[in-house]
């Protein structure tokens, strides 16, 4: 069965701090990965995209990772600032349907205290 | 560019009415799509539209009609409400690939919707 699960469910840092969020998936045969922003209220917003090949891809203080061969991601994200309170979501899509192919993860609530 | 916009933002319904969500975007995307979003799950797809005219059905479509008239508009249309239908509503769109599915897909701000 297609599914991504991510880890954890809810976090809560300090400012300034720095966290990983992980993701792991069995979508099969696998296209890309995508880790959205979704802030409270409003529509999720694309961080990285990444594809078989590329381990790493930065975005600013977000770096995202890829281990196609162990079927997992992470997002880490430096030097926390207030603004990145939100829920990320993992999503990664099956190769050869477009962006209707695409499996959610639940994701993961970050709340960054000051 | 206002990208993707929905209205309205908020609707009560009661149960049996009908209504429709609107979606407009203004990057000439081909592809057009609407999601539910609902606690403990992920984001679920509804419709889907490759093009004005051409529209498909996606996870979860019962309940649900969509149009395509024009590459710009893709309404959401509730035939029936039910109380299951209360949800968050996303319109989204991108560039249409085949195959690879890179594109990236931009969201709309999302309508929250309350069947009584």
């Known amino acids: 069965k297609n599914q991504v699960e991510q880890s954890p469910q809810s976090l809560i840092i300090l400012e300034g701090k720095n966290c990983t969020l992980q993701?792991?998936?069995?979508?099969?045969?696998?296209?890309?990965l995508r880790w959205y922003k979704q802030d409270t209220g409003r529509g999720p917003v694309s961080l990285t995209i990444?594809?078989?090949s590329e381990n790493t891809k930065s975005n600013g203080r977000y770096t995202a990772t890829l281990d196609a061969d162990t079927k997992q991601s992470s997002l880490h994200i430096t030097a926390s600032q207030l603004s990145d309170s939100a829920s990320y979501i993992c999503?990664?899509?099956?190769?050869?349907?477009?962006?209707?192919?695409?499996?959610w993860g639940l994701g993961t609530s970050l709340a960054v205290n000051p | 560019n206002a990208g993707v916009t929905q209205t309205p933002k908020f609707q009560v319904l009661k149960t049996g009415q009908s209504m429709t969500l609107q979606c407009a975007q203004d990057?000439?995307?081909?592809?057009m799509s609407w999601y539910r979003q609902d606690p403990g799950m992920g984001l679920r797809l509804i419709h889907y539209?490759?093009?004005?005219?051409?529209?498909d059905q996606g996870e979860v479509p019962n309940g649900y009609n969509v149009s395509r008239s024009t590459t710009e508009d893709f309404p959401l249309r509730l035939l029936s409400a039910a109380p299951s239908q209360t949800s968050v509503y996303f319109c989204?769109?991108?560039?249409?690939?085949?195959?690879?599915?890179?594109?990236?897909?931009?969201f709309g701000p999302g309508t929250r919707l309350t069947v009584l």
């Open positions: 999503v990664v899509i099956r190769r050869g349907g477009n962006n209707r192919k695409l499996i």
């Open positions: 990444m594809t078989f």
């Open positions: 993701c792991n998936y069995t979508v099969s045969p696998f296209s890309n």
């Open positions: 990057m000439n995307h081909e592809y």
């Open positions: 539209s490759v093009g004005a005219g051409i529209t």
């Open positions: 989204a769109s991108s560039y249409l690939t085949s195959g690879s599915g890179y594109n990236e897909q931009f």
